[in-house]
């Protein structure tokens, strides 16, 4: 476990070098744990892929001794951890999305594959053939990140963010593979379209997926897209 | 309830109040005012709570008709305002008469400023929080900035406006405090800022020049800049000698100072993404993000390393000195 200040009010809690569903959950169990017990001043803890953000305001936090608000938050995350040891993932829900692939769907589909000599139809079938985990919601509401990437689909994130991604944008940026739920500026190289709402402000449940969902996608045509956008 | 006729919306005029937090898990930031400081400050002359939803305005202000008889204050950046002719003073209550028309023209200096009315604005709480996310399309009103021919709902007046109205003279239609939130209190705005910043999770991970070059240049605000980030150029070419690995995905802040690989910091704002996969040179001291909402393209900002520790003392000094305002400010209405 590794903190380090994220500025005056917030310390990044890095669990693992290695992004597996172990870190993730154990990332899950230590947010759970702060926010049970939670120190005066404390704000949220944010759990996303190996990391637990502890957001809190240093002028709440108890003062002891010389030691600053920083130190304070830190010794008492130290001392909440809990032991470390086998933490599963908390949600085992399985979820297929159906994903129309390529043209203007996915913009960045032919240059994913070329990048690594693949076909388009090879890229389409590598993606929805795999299994995934989603180890991180963030960036925007609801956004999935998904774990289990085949290797020969690894793509580096745009040199330049585009201005604006389409909602719904499946898209690649490094090993991970996610989804855009709103139209935004982004930076991944995006590849399909979902027809699915990811996100809800005013729903029970806010994002459809949860952090431990197992995902996978389903190709489908342009005119089953349409039919299921309007539906 | 009293209500608030929008004529013309600005060019930018969103409800903002001081966020929703405990949402990040699913990928809602916390947004609210970019200039938190001036919507804290500008409720507090209202009567409010620190945190009511007000009007967060951008470059060019709207023109508002209020219905009924209301206390309000304006603060934030330096904006040409007027009641039916009437210049309208800032960083003060103002009692508007019912019909009053409040024209909030152009920003002479700075980018943003906010109008609080006594009662805060009566929209209803998304996941927690008044404010607008606007990237998202909900909160504030109907999840987006305000356009000609909307209602906004004016929440109950606290005892202390309806106390201080009564002592307020003047026109029928505007009557202004004599005293106000002195230049002492306000944040510093320039346009030219030194923005305090500690080391970020990713400084290590820059090399030594691109550190150097981070603290001693000064960097040109990009228009692309919005409420989720301030965009800023590097003079020539980007801040990074040598290419820079990716991270993985990890929390960010507001303050967060981001490199893509373009070499191009983005200073993450009150809006922006819960995480982020550039590394991240350093974070703004909570102090400072004031100074960043008030920057518009063009202008320029320069960074000054300091500790933690010296920018919680300082987070923790303004904090104290807003309580005594707060004071201050409740003692004019006894």
């Known amino acids: 476990m590794k903190l380090a200040a994220l500025g005056d009010s917030a310390v990044i809690v890095t669990l693992g070098e290695t992004l597996d569903a172990a870190t993730v959950g154990a990332g899950c169990a230590l947010a759970a744990a702060l926010e049970a017990k939670p120190l005066p001043g404390l704000i949220e803890c944010a759990q996303a892929n190996a990391t637990v953000t502890v957001f809190y305001d240093p002028a709440r936090v108890p003062k002891r001794g010389g030691t600053s608000p920083f130190e304070r938050v830190c010794r008492w995350i130290v001392d909440r951890a809990p032991a470390t040891g086998q933490v599963g993932l908390p949600s085992g829900r399985q979820v297929i999305l159906p994903v129309c692939y390529g043209g203007e769907f996915g913009l960045d589909l032919e240059m994913v594959g070329a990048a690594r000599g693949l076909t388009a139809d ?38 330049t963010p585009r201005t604006r991604v389409p909602a719904g944008s499946v898209a690649i940026g490094g090993p991970q593979t996610g989804i855009y739920p709103f139209e935004t500026p982004g930076g991944w190289n995006l590849i399909g379209c979902t027809p699915w709402r990811l996100f809800n402000a005013y729903a029970q449940a806010p994002s459809l997926l949860q952090v431990g969902d197992r995902v996978r996608f389903r190709p489908i045509t342009s005119e089953e897209y349409g039919a299921s956008r309007s539906s | 309830m009293s209500r608030i006729h929008v004529l013309k919306p600005g060019l930018m005029t969103t409800v903002q109040d001081l966020g929703r937090p405990g949402w990040q898990r699913y990928g809602v930031t916390p947004g609210g005012a970019t200039d938190a400081c001036a919507l804290r400050l500008g409720n507090l002359l209202a009567g409010n709570s620190e945190g009511a939803a007000a009007l967060e305005i951008t470059a060019v202000g709207p023109t508002l008709r209020f219905a009924e008889e209301t206390l309000v204050a304006i603060t934030g950046a330096d904006f040409e305002t007027s009641v039916q002719g009437i210049r309208l003073p800032a960083w003060r209550p103002v009692r508007l008469g019912a019909g009053a028309e409040l024209t909030i023209g152009a920003a002479r200096t700075g980018f943003r400023c906010y109008l609080a009315v006594a009662g805060g604005l009566a929209v209803p709480r998304v996941l ?145 993404q819960t995480v982020g996969g550039y590394p991240k040179i350093a974070t703004v001291a909570s102090v400072d993000l004031p100074l960043l909402a008030q920057l518009r393209a063009g202008d320029t900002v320069a960074f000054a390393e300091i500790s933690v520790a010296e920018a919680q003392e300082l987070w923790l000094a303004s904090e104290q000195f807003l309580a005594t305002v707060k004071q201050g400010i409740a003692l004019h209405a006894t």
Do not use: C
């Not at chain 2, 202390?160 to 002592?167: E, G, Q, S, V, Y």
């Open chain 1, 122 to 159: 090879e890229v389409i079938s590598l993606h929805s053939g795999a299994e995934y985990f989603v180890s991180a919601i963030g960036f925007l509401p609801g956004f999935p990140y998904l774990r289990g990437l085949p290797e020969r689909l690894h793509t580096p994130r745009r040199k």
């Open chain 2, 128 to 272: 927690g929080g008044r404010g607008t996310h606007l990237a998202a399309g909900f909160g504030g009103f109907d999840g987006r900035a305000l356009r000609s021919g909307d209602v906004l709902k004016i929440g109950p007046p606290t005892a202390w406006a309806k106390r201080f109205t009564l002592t307020l003279a003047g026109t029928a239609s505007l009557a202004a405090a004599r005293w106000e939130v002195g230049v002492a209190v306000r944040p510093r705005y320039t346009t030219s800022p030194v923005v305090r910043v500690v080391r970020g999770p990713q400084w290590e991970l820059f090399n030594p020049e691109a550190q150097q070059r981070f603290l001693g240049e000064r960097f040109t605000v990009d228009a692309r800049s919005d409420r989720m980030g301030l965009r800023l150029n590097a003079a020539g070419r980007g801040l990074l000698g040598e290419p820079l690995r990716d991270i993985v995905s990890e929390g960010v802040a507001a303050g967060s100072v981001q490199v893509p690989p373009d070499g191009q910091p983005i200073v993450l704002l009150a809006e922006r």
